[in-house]
DNA sequence: TCCTTTATTGACCAAATGGTCAGGAACACG
DNA sequence: CGTGTTCCTGACCATTTGGTCAATAAAGGA
């Protein structure tokens, strides 16, 4: 499409690439990178084939893409973790604001649950590089806040680890979730209220 | 291969099926239904692709046939939960059996899920079935030790769903943890008494 | 041993799928 | 306008893949 590398978009350019990686997000969302086809992917962005493979070299460039731009808005709320605030505060602000991502972008955390799954072969530097030094460093703050006697003593890291699990576990099973609760329900407002109390009581001094 | 829909399967067939499932529950695990392929699975059994086909019908079949037969293994030991027993106690079994599964059958956990995470197509009559009768079930039982003061309140549902995203979490996001944690870590052995604590300090009254 | 049943496979097929390409349509802009 | 660039598509291709089948080999039982 173009020769420069670095030109900036057209008008054009840029809704269609929004349109692909719209469509993309739910095809790989639902289907898995291997399950979703371009084929897919074209219908839902309302484009042709040759046209979505105008736009990006290939379904693995659309995927790679989709990935690493939503990595960002994925960590964004742990690095907010303020160091200066309230432990418990920042802590529960942490645990909502993933819960909301949860809530509000479920494609997003199934199309990472995919990746994981599969061995995360497009992320594997970004885990054990970016993500682990983010990472550290929220266990760092969390660490400090129970050396002052400011939150009960636990492991960091695993502390994090539960956070994801039982946040994410409202996107990424959420149809188990809704089969074993039945009709009339809400997971989301429902598992706010628990999950709060629960990190209230796990960090209580 | 046989007329008879109920014959009793013959040794070879025994051996053979059992290879197949083996094989099967691999590649599955590792790349989801739609992207392991009928020659992996006959690799990984040490087969022919036909042979494997003389066997089960479809690729469909296979995976329908592992789906449900480990589902038994993956509800026991929420089945085993003992309303005579004490409520602390047979809580922190079925989370440490739970944790225990996930650490010795990780292929099976990330076989389910793939599943639920594709809107468990072989599952839904399961799930809101048979799947929410036995968390019903339990649900009940917690409830009622909740109702006799001898567990905090909480939501038992969401309580049992908090058990599995934790447990699950280490083996779907294998990578992830590892990662994460860096070399020199055993996520299991580092999250159960993490896990146990959890829920000693949730549930005390 | 002989014969029926069960196992196994090479060769093959049709459909699906990622990707290409030449050429035409739409657009931007002097 | 006219012209060069960007955008778009129908037709096409090679490969992969689930599945079939006729034919052969191996068991098994009387």
């Known amino acids: 499409m173009t020769d420069q590398p670095d030109a900036p978009l057209t008008r054009i350019q840029q809704k269609n690439r929004d349109l692909i990686l719209e469509g993309a997000l739910t095809a790989f969302s639902t289907n898995g990178f291997r399950g979703a086809t371009v084929d897919q992917i074209a219908e839902a962005a309302g484009l042709s084939k040759p046209n979505v493979l105008y736009y990006f070299a290939s379904k693995d460039d659309i995927h790679k893409t989709l990935l690493t731009t939503l990595l960002d808005m994925w960590l964004a709320p742990m690095i907010r973790i303020d160091p200066q605030g309230d ?88 149809v188990q979730v809704r089969a074993v609760l039945g009709p009339g329900h809400d997971p989301f407002v429902e598992a706010e209220p628990f999950i709060e109390s629960l990190y209230r009581k796990m960090l209580a001094v």
């Open 87 to 174: 432990p418990l505060a920042e802590v529960l602000g942490y645990v909502r604001a993933k819960l909301e991502l949860s809530r509000r972008f479920p494609r997003e955390s199934r199309l990472f649950a995919y990746e994981i799954l599969q061995g995360a072969p497009h992320l594997t530097e970004i885990l054990g590089g970016s993500l682990r030094q983010i990472v550290d460093t929220a266990a760092a703050i969390l660490g400090a806040w129970m050396d002052q006697g400011r939150l009960a003593r636990v492991d960091p890291h695993h502390l994090i680890f539960s956070i994801w699990a039982l946040t994410q576990h409202y996107a990424d099973f959420d």
